[in-house]
């Protein structure tokens, strides 16, 4: 029996159940690991709680660890007509285990399973992309230092506006993503709460034990409301696309600037001949395909939570069909964006930015307001000074003046240590979520 809710006489149109199944057989592979495990987990209370024998619970726990060992071994499939990954799981199990396997549902339903395997793999994914986000952040304030005594215009409007340098640039991205790192931490709390026991909304007539399975999968807490815990599916994508949003709307602006920056109309960088692509026309170009690339799908990283929320709006109260595409949509963008940070990482530091570029006459009315200082220095009123010296630009700059920005933050002083700092204390409060100890357990869990 390939669908755990059918029987002999239900038979359902083929091209109506192929429809109906979507992606799931292909994108359940993703949580695999995570449904082998909450079902031993609950495997677990169901004994604890007088529902299951020990024979039962030996017989399940085994054979979930088998299954187990041929997901991590990349030998798991889910056979085609088979709904999801837990029809498949409880198929494989019944097979090797008989009657046993087929208790293994008892005081649960798919709802809460998918509920409870989403957390999970949100809560390793979350604490991966924190770690991988850190060392991104480092990246860009090692970069930072490498080049802060070199100068580059700042722009407003487009147009050149005051002395910048290639360390004020790279170290503000880098301080500019220790807020999502925040956010992100905060997620986890968020997400780090149990759904299982929930059923499929409303709750069990079993007397199970949902604080015991909350202890085994290591979730802070239980989502205690039955109803609130059901609701929670497609809000918990909804945060962690926003926090992912936040992040490539950051980070698709540095790609942006890459682009800009490394066109001859500006020539502020160039990256190496291997990390570009040439043209079949043009002998001369190297382009920033990487850059271009990571833009363009950090930008489509942007429309994810509109695409989330145009499947939850206006549903009512209880589980509807309509959540399951909640996978097909957020898994492959999770996957893509896990992606471009891992090469966003890789080629910060072959970034070759230019030297001396301030000397070049169509930057000078870059230090105006440089000039005005000097005014001011010179005892003049800040306003007075400001209107001398656009009156004088009229003329065009007759001499360049020296430029000492030493306030925090500022050209002469970046502040690296502190922001250093601050993604420290950012990374301490709250500790990393570990769940090997927790799936070590589950899976050596002595009867």
């Given amino acids: ?37 909450g079902s031993m987990a609950h495997a677990i209370m169901l004994y604890e ?20 060992e041929k997901i991590v071994a990349g030998q798991f499939a889910i056979e085609s007509g088979i709904e999801d990954v837990h029809s498949q799981v409880e198929m494989e199990l019944t097979k090797m285990i008989g009657e046993a396997g087929k208790k293994l549902h008892t005081a649960r339903s798919r709802n809460d399973q998918v509920l409870v395997d989403l957390k999970m793999y949100y809560r390793d994914y979350l604490t991966q992309i924190i770690s991988d986000l850190e060392v991104l952040i480092k990246e860009f304030l090692k970069a930072s230092e490498k080049y802060k005594s070199l100068l580059m215009p700042g722009y407003t409007h487009l147009q050149v506006a005051m002395p910048s340098s290639f360390g004020l640039w790279l170290g503000g991205y880098g301080e500019c993503l220790i807020a999502d790192i925040m956010q992100l931490k905060s997620l986890v709390e968020v997400v780090n709460l ?4 929930s059923a499929a909304g409303y709750g069990s007539s079993f007397p199970i034990q949902r604080k015991r399975t909350t202890e085994l999968l290591g979730f802070r807490d239980l989502e205690y409301n039955v109803i609130g815990a059901s609701m929670n599916r497609g809000k918990t994508e909804f945060l962690l696309a926003n926090a992912i949003s936040s992040i490539s709307l950051t980070l698709g602006k540095f790609c942006m600037d890459v682009c800009l920056y490394n066109s001859q109309n500006y020539g502020f960088l160039t990256l190496p001949s291997e990390y570009t692509t040439g043209s079949s026309i ?4 190297k382009n920033p395909d990487v850059f271009e690339l990571l833009r363009a799908k950090f930008n489509g990283m942007l429309a994810l939570p509109h695409e989330i929320s145009s499947v939850l709006q206006n549903l009512p109260t209880g589980y509807h069909r309509d959540y399951q595409l909640l996978k097909e949509i957020i898994f492959p963008k999770l996957t893509s964006f896990s992606d471009c940070l891992q090469i966003l990482t890789f080629v910060i530091d072959k970034i070759e930015v230019a030297e001396d570029l301030m000397t070049n006459p169509l930057y000078a009315q870059a ?4 000039l005005i200082k ?3 220095d010179g005892g003049m009123a800040f306003r007075d000074a400001y209107l ?4 004088e630009l009229a003329g065009g700059m007759d001499h360049i003046p020296e430029i000492n920005h030493s306030h925090e933050g500022s050209i002469g002083q970046l502040n690296t240590e502190e922001i250093l700092q601050k993604l420290s204390r950012t990374m301490d409060a ?18």
């Fill in 1 to 37: 029996m390939s669908k755990l809710w059918a029987n002999a006489g239900n038979k359902i149109n083929k091209q109506i159940e192929d429809f109906t199944i979507g992606k799931d057989a292909e994108l359940d592979l993703t949580i695999a690991k995570h449904d082998v495990l």
């Fill in 282 to 285: 043009m002998p001369h170009k």
């Fill in 374 to 376: 000097e005014k001011v």
């Fill in 49 to 68: 709680s007088d529902i299951v024998s020990k024979e039962d619970l030996q017989s399940i726990l085994k054979g979930l660890h088998t299954i187990y």
């Fill in 367 to 370: 230090f105006s307001v440089d």
């Fill in 388 to 391: 001398l010296v656009k009156e």
């Fill in 194 to 197: 149990n759904p299982l026991g």
């Fill in 430 to 447: 709250f500790p990393a979520f570990d769940f090997t100890p927790f799936e070590n357990r589950l899976k050596n869990f002595q009867v």
